[in-house]
C-alpha cells in the first residue's frame, strides 16, 4: 500500500543522487592532483578538493537515509507520516546548509573560513571529515533532531516492525555520535580517541543497522518471503554489527598513544568484523533464491544482492586485510586504507541507498518499476560502477603494497613524495577507472528518464 506522505522521500532521493554526482567530480579532481600536483591551483587546492569530496559522501549519504526513512517507515508503521510539511522544511534547510558550507570551502580559505564562522567560540573545526564550520554542525543537530522527532512520532502512533525499530536506533545512534563532533580536546590522543566515536561507530556501527533495515524492507518488498524469517536474519546481523563494531574501535587506537591492550582488543574483535557482512551477503541470496513471487523491479534486487557482495568485500575482506595490529604497523595511513574506504563506503552505503532508490522511485513515478529497457540501461550503470570500484580498490592495493614496501620495509626506505612518485602509474590507472565509474553513475541517471511501461502495483 502506497501512502501519500511517503513523496516526500522523492527530493531526498533526487538531491543525494546529485550531491552523489559532485561527490565523483571532486574525487577526480583529486585523483589528477595525485599526478599532476598544480591542477586547478591555485582556485581549487587539493585540500579543499578533499574537504567536499569527503563531505558531498557523507551529506549525500544521510540525505539517502533521511529518503530511505521517509518512505519505509509510512509504510511499515502503517500510517501517514507525522509531518510531511516538516520533512519538506528540514529538506530545503539541509541543502542550503550543505550548498553554502561547499560555497564556503571554495571560495574562502580554511581558516578564514574558521574565522567568520564562530570557531573561536567552540573549536570544532580542522578534523579529517568533521571540517565542517561551527554553524553548519549545529544546524546539522537541529534538522537531525527534527527529522527524529518527525519519525519517532510516526512510528509511535503506528505499527511497531523489527525493521522500523532497528531503523529509529540506528538513526537516533547517528545523531547521538555526531555530538562528539562538538568535542575536541587539546590533547591529540583524547582528541582522535573520541573523533573515532564519530567517525568508527558511525561507519562500522550505527550506519550498519541503517543498512540492514533497508535491505530487509526492500528483500520483503521484491521476494515476498515471510517477514518473520527476514526480521530473524536482520536481528542476527545487527547483534553480529554491534559487538564487533563497537569493541572493534579499538583497531584506530593501535598507534595514537592509548594503551598497549588496544593492540590485542582491536586486533581480536576487528578480526571478527567480516563476519556479520558475510552473514548480511548469505541472508540476501538466500532471501532471493527464497522468492515466492518474480518482482518486476530486477534491477532493485540485483542492487540488494551487489550491497551484500560489495560490502563484504570492501568492509569485510578489504577491511581485515590490514586490521590486525601487526600488519597494520606497516600499512597504516596509506594507500591501502584508501582501498578499503573506497570499497567499503560504496558497497556498504552507496549501494545501500541506490537499492531503496531503485525500489522506490519508480513507486513515487506511478509504476510498479522502470520500464524493461530503463532497468537494463539501469543495470549497465550498475556494472560499470561495479566493476570501476572494484579496479580503483585493486590499483590503490598495489600502489599501498609498493608504497610499504618503498617507504616503510626496505633496507633503503624512500622519502614520501618519491615513494609517491614510484607508484604514479598505478594513480593514472586508477584514474581513468574513476571516469568510467562516473560513466557509469552517468547511465544510472539516465535509465530514469526512459519512459515507462509498467503501471503501478495494485
Known amino acids: 500500500m502506497q501512502y501519500q506522505s511517503q513523496a516526500v522521500a522523492k527530493p531526498y532521493f533526487i538531491a543525494a543522487i546529485a550531491l552523489f554526482v559532485a561527490q565523483i567530480l571532486f574525487g577526480l579532481i583529486m585523483g589528477l592532483q595525485y599526478v599532476v600536483g598544480d591542477f586547478l591551483f591555485p582556485h581549487i587546492p587539493f585540500n579543499v578538493a578533499r574537504m567536499v569530496h569527503t563531505n558531498a559522501l557523507i551529506v549525500w549519504l544521510l540525505m539517502g537515509f533521511m529518503g530511505a526513512a521517509y518512505y519505509l517507515i509510512p509504510e511499515e508503521a502503517e500510517t501517514e507520516l507525522h509531518s510531511p510539511k516538516l ?80 531503523l529509529l536506533i540506528g538513526l537516533w545512534g547517528l545523531a547521538v555520535l555526531f555530538l562528539f563532533s562538538f568535542v575536541n580536546p587539546h590533547n591529540v590522543v583524547r582528541d582522535k580517541f573520541y573523533w573515532w566515536w564519530v567517525v568508527h561507530l558511525w561507519v562500522e556501527g550505527v550506519w550498519e543497522l541503517i543498512l540492514g533495515s533497508i535491505l530487509a524492507f526492500v528483500l520483503i518488498k521484491v521476494t515476498g518471503v515471510d517477514r518473520e ?183 633503503t626506505p624512500l622519502p614520501f613524495m618519491v615513494a609517491q612518485e614510484n607508484v604514479s602509474l598505478f594513480y593514472w590507472m586508477r584514474e581513468w577507472t574513476g571516469v568510467i565509474f562516473l560513466i557509469g553513475l552517468l547511465v544510472y541517471i539516465w535509465s530514469f528518464f526512459i519512459p515507462g511501461e509498467e503501471k503501478a502495483a495494485a
Do not use: C
Open 87 to 166: 520533512a519538506l522544511a528540514l529538506f530545503w534547510i539541509f541543502l542550503i546548509a550543505a550548498g553554502l558550507t561547499v560555497v564556503g570551502y571554495l571560495a574562502v580559505p580554511y581558516a578564514t573560513l574558521a574565522k567568520i564562522t564562530g570557531n573561536d567560540l567552540l573549536p570544532t573545526m580542522g578534523r579529517e571529515f568533521l571540517e565542517q564550520p561551527l554553524i553548519t554542525k549545529l544546524g546539522i543537530v537541529v534538522v537531525a533532531l527534527a527529522f527524529l522527532y518527525n519519525i519517532t512520532m510516526t512510528v509511535l502512533k503506528g505499527r511497531k516492525t523489527a525493521i522500523n525499530t532497528v
Open 229 to 411: 524469517v527476514i526480521e530473524k536474519w536482520l536481528y542476527v546481523i545487527i547483534t553480529l554489527t554491534l559487538i564487533t563494531g563497537i569493541v572493534g574501535t579499538g583497531h584506530h587506537y593501535y598507534w595514537i598513544g592509548t594503551p598497549e591492550y588496544w593492540q590485542l582488543i582491536g586486533s581480536i574483535f576487528s578480526g571478527l568484523e567480516p563476519i556479520p557482512f558475510f552473514a548480511m551477503t548469505l541472508f540476501a541470496f538466500n532471501m532471493v533464491n527464497r522468492r515466492r513471487r518474480e518482482h518486476p523491479n530486477k534491477a532493485a534486487t540485483l542492487w540488494a544482492l551487489g550491497t551484500g557482495v560489495m560490502a563484504f568485500l570492501g568492509a569485510g575482506v578489504w577491511g581485515f586485510l590490514h586490521t590486525l595490529a601487526p600488519v597494520n604497523y606497516y600499512t597504516h595511513g596509506t594507500q591501502i586504507t584508501a582501498a578499503h574506504g573506497h570499497m567499503a563506503f560504496y558497497g556498504a552505503y552507496v549501494m545501500a541507498n541506490i537499492t531503496m532508490i531503485s525500489y522506490a522511485m519508480p513507486l513515487l513515478r506511478g509504476r510498479a518499476a522502470n520500464s524493461n529497457k530503463a532497468q537494463v540501461a539501469e543495470m549497465w550503470g550498475f556494472w560499470l560502477m561495479t566493476i570501476s570500484i572494484v579496479f580503483i580498490t585493486l590499483f590503490l592495493t598495489a600502489a599501498g603494497i609498493l608504497q610499504v614496501w618503498l617507504q616503510r620495509v626496505s633496507d
